[in-house]
């Protein structure tokens, strides 16, 4: 039996680096203890929706969930969204993806990591890769123009540290807003995960 929504409180918070001399570099594993941080340079809806289920499906994040496979094909064919895999020896441990919101504009659209995987400083390298990847899009998609902003939005129901680890890559604060919102709650990564 699917829970029903309900509405609480939710604080979310804009953050933006304007220029990427803001960003700051990450300690954390590396290459040698076995993290490579790597574009999936042929993405497709599958793939994609695992990420975005493994990783959101502890944070209620289902936004996406009722996309359709052609919804994901679309939003993925759009010239500059990219998804940048976090891999642990050869385990997908979490992911960035970075979609272009406007001329010169890039969005963080998703970020995190899979539960397995959190408290290792994994999340701070991957979005320090992310961060410099958003800042060089035009490197690989010249028609889009140099990246003059990269933003991102987080809220109450993410992860906990998610608010801390922008922040401590630079990003800035220029928004708080606070409204009530119908929350259903979190799904896990599959459908009946939680028992339900």
Request: charged share 25%; aromatic share 12%.
């Given at each position: 039996?699917?829970?029903?929504?309900?509405?609480?409180?939710v604080?979310t918070?804009?953050?933006?680096?304007?220029?990427?001399?803001?960003?700051?570099?990450?300690?954390?594993?590396?290459?040698?203890?076995?993290?490579?941080?790597?574009?999936?340079?042929?993405?497709?809806?599958?793939?994609?929706?695992?990420?975005?289920?493994?990783?959101?499906?502890?944070?209620?994040?289902?936004?996406?969930?009722?996309?359709t496979?052609?919804?994901?094909?679309e939003?993925?064919?759009?010239?500059?969204?990219?998804?940048w895999?976090?891999?642990?020896?050869?385990?997908?441990?979490?992911?960035?993806?970075?979609?272009?919101s406007?001329?010169?504009?890039?969005?963080?659209?998703?970020?995190?990591?899979?539960?397995?995987?959190?408290?290792?400083?994994?999340g701070?390298?991957?979005?320090?890769?992310?961060?410099?990847?958003?800042?060089?899009?035009?490197?690989?998609?010249?028609?889009?123009?140099?990246?003059?902003?990269?933003w991102?939005?987080?809220?109450?129901?993410?992860?906990?540290?998610?608010?801390?680890?922008?922040?401590?890559?630079?990003?800035?604060?220029?928004?708080?807003?606070?409204?009530?919102?119908?929350?259903?709650?979190?799904?896990?990564?599959?459908?009946?995960?939680?028992?339900?």
């Amino acid at each position: 039996m699917r829970a029903e929504p309900v509405v609480t409180a939710v604080t979310t918070w804009y953050l933006e680096q304007t220029s990427p001399e803001a960003l700051r570099p990450a300690a954390g594993p590396d290459a040698a203890e076995g993290l490579s941080v790597v574009r999936a340079e042929r993405t497709y809806p599958a793939f994609n929706r695992f990420l975005y289920t493994a990783v959101g499906g502890d944070w209620s994040w289902t936004d996406r969930l009722p996309w359709t496979h052609r919804q994901w094909d679309e939003y993925l064919g759009r010239d500059g969204t990219e998804t940048w895999v976090a891999w642990v020896r050869g385990t997908p441990a979490g992911y960035v993806e970075l979609s272009p919101s406007g001329p010169g504009e890039v969005e963080i659209a998703y970020f995190g990591l899979v539960a397995a995987f959190h408290g290792r400083g994994i999340g701070s390298r991957l979005l320090a890769e992310g961060l410099a990847r958003a800042w060089d899009l035009a490197d690989r998609w010249p028609a889009l123009g140099p990246t003059r902003r990269v933003w991102v939005h987080t809220c109450s129901l993410d992860g906990p540290a998610a608010l801390r680890t922008y922040r401590s890559r630079g990003m800035e604060v220029y928004d708080v807003r606070t409204a009530d919102e119908e929350v259903r709650p979190a799904p896990g990564p599959w459908p009946g995960a939680r028992g339900e």
